[in-house]
Each structure stands twice: as C-alpha cells, then as structure tokens.
T-cell receptor, first 109, second 112 residues
Framework: QKEVEQDPGPLSVPEGAIVSLNCTYSNSAFQYFMWYRQYSRKGPELLMYTYSSGNKEDGRFTAQVDKSSKYISLFIRDSQPSDSATYLCVSYNFNKFYFGSGTKLNVKP | NAGVMQNPRHLVRRRGQEARLRCSPMKGHSHVYWYRQLPEEGLKFMVYLQKENIIDESGMPKERFSAEFPKEGPSILRIQQVVRGDSAAYFC??????????FGPGTRLLVL
C-alpha cells in the first residue's frame, strides 16, 4: 500500500463549481500535510500547508485534515478555468515527503 | 526573495554523455531535494541533501547518478553516461525547515 493514495482523475467540472479533491494516507504518525498545484510542464507550486487536524482557509481554497480517518481534502470554491492543473497531496514524516500520484482537474468555461 | 532556480531549463544530451543539472535554493534554505518526473507520472524522490551532506539517497539509482550540495554554490545532480531512459523532468525543491518545500521550474533532459 502506498503511503499516500490519490485518485488520478481526471476530474472535469464547469466553471463556478465547488471542487473536492481527496487523499488518504496510511501512517497515523503523519502530522504535516501539503497541497501542491502543478501546471503542465511547470514545477509544483505550494498551495496549502497544514499541521495536524483541522481546517485552513486561503481565499477560495480550504484544506482539511481528518486524522481519525486519515483523510486529506482540498476544496476549491468558485472554480476557474485557471484552476485547471494537477493537484498533489503530500505528507511529511522524518525527513521524507510522501506524494500522492496527483489528480488532474479540468475546469470548463 | 527569488524562488528556487534551476538551470539549464532544457538539456539535450547524446547517449553516453554526462548531464549536469544545477539547483540554487531559495535564500536561507539549507535543505535540498531532487525529484524525477516522467511524462504523465508522479514525482519520484531521488535524494535529500543539506550543505555538504547527503542525508537520504534511497531514491537514487546505484550507478551513474550522484548529487552534491557544496558549502558554496548550487546543488548539482550529475548523470554520467546518460541513456534514453534518463529522459525526464528533474525538479529540485528547497526547504527552510524540513516540513515543507518549494520547487524550482525543473530541468527537462532529453537523451538522443
């Protein structure tokens, strides 16, 4: 079992929709969680960083961690075509970063 | 504060040549990670370095690949005697602490 599992998609939504991206992780010791956005042929860009459980909001983005179910979510409100990219969930533990395989999102105008 | 810099952005090599990829971390960052990404695939960890030390090289192929992060200057990922299978995007990330990281734009290596 991979340490971080993520549905690869692709996920296609209309402009303005609320997008929910999800990951699960296997190691209950994981405390640090990140979401990255990667546009085609570009480097990943850090979107959100959370520690332990709870919610964190930044503009249209909300990151949520539920440690009891080992579930990580990223919500995008009022999605825009410019949000079309691959989204990576990542966890950190003891000098190692564990990457999900990425979910490809397409927001249609 | 400039972001993570990588050069060259594109590199073409013939089989058997050496490829040298450079990464300048963000100012104040002392942790550097290298990743490889094949088209339509996820990021694969290669190596984690701090200044003058290799901390974790568990993702590095045993032969032909090496990495360094000297006291002065950029981190270097070196691939000797490149083969076609080495063609990929190589990303460097730097970190101020340890729990998060910022990526560079990548170097796209093409081996002919």
């Amino acid at each position: 079992q991979k340490e971080v599992e993520q549905d690869p998609g692709p996920l296609s939504v209309p402009e303005g929709a609320i997008v929910s991206l999800n990951c699960t992780y296997s190691n209950s010791a994981f405390q640090y969680f990140m979401w990255y956005r990667q546009y085609s042929r570009k480097g990943p860009e850090l979107l959100m960083y959370t520690y332990s459980s709870g919610n964190k909001e930044d503009g249209r983005f909300t990151a949520q961690v539920d440690k009891s179910s080992k579930y990580i979510s990223l919500f995008i409100r009022d999605s825009q075509p410019s949000d079309s990219a691959t989204y990576l969930c990542v966890s950190y533990n003891f000098n190692k970063f564990y990457f999900g395989s990425g979910t490809k999102l397409n927001v249609k105008p | 504060n400039a972001g993570v810099m990588q050069n060259p952005r594109h590199l073409v090599r013939r089989r058997g040549q050496e490829a040298r990829l450079r990464c300048s971390p963000m100012k104040g960052h002392s942790h550097v990670y290298w990743y490889r990404q094949l088209p339509e695939e996820g990021l694969k960890f290669m190596v984690y370095l701090q200044k003058e030390n290799i901390i974790d090289e568990s993702g590095m192929p045993k032969e032909r690949f090496s990495a360094e992060f000297p006291k002065e200057g950029p981190s270097i990922l070196r691939i000797q005697q490149v083969v076609r299978g080495d063609s990929a995007a190589y990303f460097c990330a730097s970190s101020p602490t340890k729990e998060t990281q910022y990526f560079g734009p990548g170097t796209r290596l093409l081996v002919l």
